[in-house]
C-alpha cells in the first residue's frame, strides 16, 4: 500500500464482505465544539469622532445596540488605507509581508509592493475553511491585483480562491453605490436592479448576507460560520437615500472646527480619551512639508454659499453612514431572530481614518483627485440639491477629515499620526464576554485581528500550509482584554506604521512620527524632521517630546528601521496618487498598438483595457445599418468621465466627458445613409493642459470622410477606480453620456467590430486595414 494510504487502520480482503472499512483518515476536520460565529463588519474611511458610540454626531443604532451590550476600543488602530488594512484582516501578518504596502491601483514591483499575498502567508478564510468553517465574504475587496480583475483575469487572488465559500460584492477600491460594479462568486454580474426601482448597494449587501446565512443554517446549522461584511460606506462616493440625507439637514451648520470642539468634549465625557486631551491644529504640517490638496480651509473664511455646500457635503455623508448601519441592522436582527446572536463574535470598525480625498472644497467627482485636476466652486454649488444622488459622485472637503477624525493630526493616508489610522472598533460577544457597554484602552491594530479570532476559537495558524512554511502572525491577540480592566496594560509591544511616504512607530506608549506628507512627491527622506509624543500621556498626539527626550526618539527611530526591515517596507514612495496609478504593471496582455473588440461581451475593465490615456488614438468600427439604426457602438467610463461612439436620430456621435464636467464635448454627423460603413473618431493630441490634461483635436468621419472636428481635451488619469468597463454595442451601469440612457444596445443593423488604435498611423490608413479584418472575422 503506498504511503499517502498509511493512515488507514481498517482491513482490505479480496471482498468487500470480508473487509473492515475506516472513514477516519477521510473525515473532514470539524471545527471544536461551541466554536462561535465570527462576523466582521468593515467600514471604509470613518474616523473616530464620527459615530455616536464615541460621541460623534452621526446616529448608529445598530452600533449603538451593540456597544451598549459589548465593549468600545478606543485605541484600536490600522495602517491607514484600505488594501494595506484588509490585507491583515486576511491574515494576520503586516501589510507589507503580504506585499500590499499601498493599494492595488499603486503597486510597484518591490517585495512590500508586489501586490499579491505569498503563499507564506495563508489567509484566515483558507484556515477556518479547512476547519469546519462556513466562510462568506460580502461587500468590497481591493486585494486582487487590477490586471486580474477582468473576466479573464488569473482567478488565484479572487475571494473563493482565498478560502471563501461565497463572494458577493466589488473587487476593486470603491464603486457606484447606485449602479455597483458587481461580483458573484468567480464572475461578474449587472445589478439585479436599478436606484429607479429602490436599489442601493448597502441594502443589496444585506440581503445577499442573509440570503448566505440562510442557505447554510438550511443545510448546515451545526456548522459556525465566518462573514466577512465590507460596506462601500463610508467610501466615496457618498450616496444615500434621500429621506437619510434629510435626517441630518441642519446639523453641520456650525462647521467643522466647531465640531471639532463640540465632539471632543463628548468623547472626554464618555472616557474614550482622557481628560485634558488637546486639541491637534487644523493643518498641523509645516508649510515647507505640507500637500496642498489636505489643506483645510478655515470655517470662518468661507462664504456664506461654501458654507452651505460645506455642510451639505458633511449631511449627505452622515446619511450614507446611518443607511448602511440600518441594513446591517437587519442582519443583526435575523442573527436575533434565529438564536444565534448570542455566540457570534463581532467585530464592527472602519479601515482607516476619514478621507481627506475630497480635497479642501469638496467635489461632486471624486474622480478628479485621482486625476490631479481641481475643483471648481460654481460646478459644486450647482449640484447641491443632488448630492448623494446618482447625478453625483461626491465627496466631502477635506475640513470633515479632520473634524471626524478628532482630536488627531490629519486624516486617512497619514500613517504617523492617529488621525489616519486610530479607528472604531466595537466588540460584541454575548456568551464569551461578561462585560456591557464598557470601555477598553488597550492599544491595538488591525494586524492583531486574526490572532483573537484564532485564540477564541482554539486554533492555531499552520506552521506549513499546503506545503509552504508559513511566516508567523504578527498580530497579538485581543483575547485577553475582553475581560481586562478598561485601563489594564497592553499586550502588544510595538507596531510599525508606513504609508506612501509617512512613517512612524508606537513601541510601549511611546510614538514617534516622520514629518512628511504622503502624495506629496517632495522626496528627500533622509531630511524628515521626526517627532516625538507620549501617547500614554498625551493621547491626541498633541505635544511633541523630541527635544526632551532626544534618547528615547533615537530608540523608536532605530526600533522603525528594524521593523521596516524585517518587514519589507523600504523604498519609500511619496508620489502623487495620478503618478503611482499609472505605472506600468505586468499584463496577461502585452500592451499593444491596437485592440480589436467585438459585440456580445462582457464590459473590460480599464486596468486590462485599451489605454488612451495621454495619448493620440484612433476609434473605428465596421457597421451595417438599417434605417433605423441606433444605439452605443463603443463606450468606456461612466458619466463622471468617459467617452462613446453612438448612432442616434440617424447620425453619428462621439460625446467625451472629460470628468463629468458640463458640457459634454460631443461631436456629430448629418444624418447618415443605410448600408455598410467605417464609423470612427480620431483624437489628435497636441499639448498639455495647466493640469496635466491631453489637449488637441478630434476628427469625427463616416467612411473616409471628416464630418465633425474641432478642439478637446482628454483625461490623463483613469475614467475610474473601478467599474463602468469598456463595452462595444451598449455601455453599462452608469451611462458615459446624458444624451441617451442606458444600456442602449445596438439595434437595427450589425454591428461587426470596433478596433482602437493608439499608434501613429494616420487614420485613413487603418480605416482600410480595419475593414479588412473586420469583414475576415
Known amino acids: 500500500m503506498s504511503d499517502f494510504n498509511s493512515e488507514f487502520a481498517g482491513e ?9 472499512p475506516d472513514w477516519a483518515p477521510y473525515e473532514l476536520q470539524s471545527a471544536p465544539d461551541g466554536a462561535p460565529n465570527v462576523l466582521i463588519i468593515l467600514f471604509d474611511d470613518t474616523g473616530m469622532a464620527s459615530w455616536s458610540p464615541y460621541g460623534g454626531r452621526i446616529n448608529m443604532p445598530t452600533l449603538d445596540r451593540l456597544a451598549a451590550d459589548g465593549l468600545v476600543y478606543t485605541q484600536w488602530h490600522t495602517t491607514a488605507l484600505c488594501s494595506p488594512t484588509r490585507s491583515t484582516f486576511l491574515t494576520g501578518r503586516n501589510h507589507h509581508v503580504n506585499r500590499t504596502g499601498v493599494i492595488m491601483e499603486g503597486t510597484n514591483g518591490f517585495p512590500g509592493f508586489a501586490g499579491r499575498i505569498p503563499a507564506e502567508c495563508a489567509t484566515i478564510g483558507h484556515v477556518l475553511q479547512d476547519n469546519g468553517y462556513s466562510t462568506f465574504w460580502v461587500g468590497k475587496d481591493h486585494n486582487v491585483p487590477e490586471e486580474d480583475n477582468a473576466p479573464g483575469g488569473n482567478r488565484s487572488a479572487w475571494p473563493v480562491q482565498q478560502g471563501f465559500d461565497r463572494f458577493y460584492g466589488f473587487l476593486g477600491g470603491e464603486t457606484n453605490n447606485w449602479y455597483p460594479d458587481l461580483v458573484e462568486d468567480n464572475h461578474f454580474i449587472e445589478a439585479p436592479s436599478t436606484p429607479e426601482d429602490g436599489y442601493h448597494l448597502s441594502k443589496d449587501l444585506a440581503d445577499q448576507a442573509m440570503g448566505m446565512l440562510r442557505d ?23 450616496h444615500a437615500p434621500q429621506e437619510y440625507i434629510d435626517k441630518y439637514r441642519g446639523a453641520f451648520d456650525d462647521g467643522y472646527e466647531a465640531y471639532r470642539e463640540w465632539v471632543l468634549a463628548r468623547m472626554t465625557e464618555r472616557g474614550i480619551v482622557p481628560e485634558g486631551t488637546d486639541l491637534t491644529p487644523m493643518n498641523p504640517m509645516p508649510e515647507d512639508v505640507a500637500n496642498a490638496a489636505d489643506e483645510v480651509r478655515p470655517w ?60 479642501p472644497n469638496g467635489s461632486v467627482n471624486e474622480n478628479k483627485f485621482f486625476n490631479g485636476y481641481p475643483d471648481e466652486f460654481s460646478e459644486n454649488l450647482s449640484m447641491i440639491d443632488e448630492l448623494g444622488s446618482p447625478n453625483t459622485y461626491n465627496h466631502y472637503p477635506t475640513g470633515w477629515a479632520v473634524a471626524f477624525s478628532t482630536p488627531f493630526q490629519m486624516f486617512k493616508r497619514y500613517s504617523q499620526f492617529s488621525g489616519g489610522t486610530c479607528d472604531p472598533m466595537i466588540v460584541h ?16 491594530h488591525s494586524v492583531d485581528v486574526v490572532a483573537t479570532i484564532l485564540d477564541v476559537i482554539g486554533l492555531e495558524m499552520p506552521a506549513n500550509y499546503r506545503g509552504v512554511a508559513q511566516r508567523p502572525l504578527d498580530g497579538t491577540s485581543m483575547k485577553y482584554s475582553f475581560d481586562a480592566r478598561p485601563d489594564g496594560p497592553t499586550a502588544k509591544h510595538v507596531q510599525y506604521y508606513s504609508m506612501l511616504g509617512t512613517r512612524g512607530i508606537w513601541k510601549d506608549g511611546w510614538k514617534a512620527a516622520a514629518i512628511h506628507a504622503p502624495l506629496s512627491g517632495k522626496g528627500s527622506f533622509d531630511t524628515d524632521v521626526w517627532e516625538l509624543y507620549h501617547v500614554d500621556e498625551d493621547r491626541a498626539e498633541a505635544h511633541d517630546l523630541a527635544s526632551e527626550h532626544p534618547e528615547k526618539l533615537e530608540e523608536l527611530i532605530s526600533a ?15 508620489r502623487s496618487a495620478r503618478d503611482q496609478i499609472t505605472v506600468e504593471r505586468p499584463q496577461a496582455e502585452r500592451p499593444r498598438e491596437r485592440y480589436v473588440y467585438y459585440p456580445g461581451t462582457a464590459a473590460v475593465p480599464e486596468s486590462v483595457a485599451v489605454n488612451v490615456r495621454g495619448r493620440s488614438y484612433k476609434i473605428i468600427a465596421d ?24 448612432v442616434k436620430d440617424h447620425r453619428l456621435t462621439y460625446v467625451y466627458n472629460f470628468l463629468g464636467i458640463a458640457p459634454e464635448q460631443t461631436f456629430s454627423s448629418p444624418e447618415l445613409d443605410s448600408g455598410p460603413h467605417t464609423l470612427g473618431v480620431e483624437f489628435e493630441r497636441e499639448s498639455v493642459g495647466e493640469h496635466g490634461e491631453s489637449l488637441g483635436v478630434t476628427r469625427l468621419y463616416v ?11 482628454t483625461q490623463i488619469g483613469k475614467f475610474t477606480l473601478c467599474g463602468d468597463g469598456l463595452c462595444i454595442g451598449w455601455d453599462s451601469a452608469d451611462p458615459v453620456s446624458r444624451q441617451y440612457s442606458g444600456p442602449f444596445r445596438f439595434t437595427g443593423g450589425k454591428l461587426l467590430g470596433v478596433a482602437v488604435d493608439v499608434s501613429a498611423e494616420q487614420y485613413r490608413d487603418l480605416e482600410l486595414e480595419a475593414a479588412a479584418m473586420l469583414s475576415r472575422e
Not at 446549522?221 to 466615496?236: R, T
Not at 451639505?312 to 446572536?341: C, N, P
Request: charge should be negative; include cysteine.
Open 12 to 20: 482490505i480482503r479480496l471482498d468487500v464482505r470480508d473487509s473492515v
Open 216 to 238: 447554510q443554517q438550511a443545510s448546515n446549522p451545526s456548522k459556525p460560520w465566518y462573514m466577512w461584511f465590507c460596506p462601500g460606506a463610508n467610501h466615496a462616493p457618498h
Open 703 to 713: 467612411d473616409d470622410e471628416v464630418v465633425a472636428e474641432g478642439p478637446m481635451r
Open 429 to 444: 460577544w454575548p456568551k464569551g464576554i461578561a462585560a456591557r457597554g464598557e470601555l477598553r484602552h488597550q492599544y491595538h
Open 300 to 359: 470662518s473664511e468661507l462664504s456664506a454659499d461654501e458654507r452651505r455646500l460645506f455642510s451639505r457635503f458633511a449631511e449627505v455623508f452622515a446619511g450614507f453612514s446611518e443607511y448602511t448601519d440600518a441594513q446591517i441592522g437587519r442582519v443583526i436582527d435575523y442573527l436575533e431572530e434565529t438564536g444565534q446572536l448570542e455566540n457570534t463574535l463581532v467585530f464592527y470598525c472602519a479601515d482607516n481614518g476619514a478621507s481627506g480625498e475630497g480635497s
Open 560 to 574: 522603525w528601521f528594524t521593523e521596516a526591515e524585517r518587514n519589507f517596507v523600504l523604498p519609500l514612495d511619496d
Open 623 to 646: 457597421v451595417i445599418l438599417d434605417r433605423e439604426a441606433e444605439g452605443v457602438i463603443f463606450a468606456h467610463g461612466s458619466r463622471f468621465g468617459g467617452h462613446s461612439l453612438f
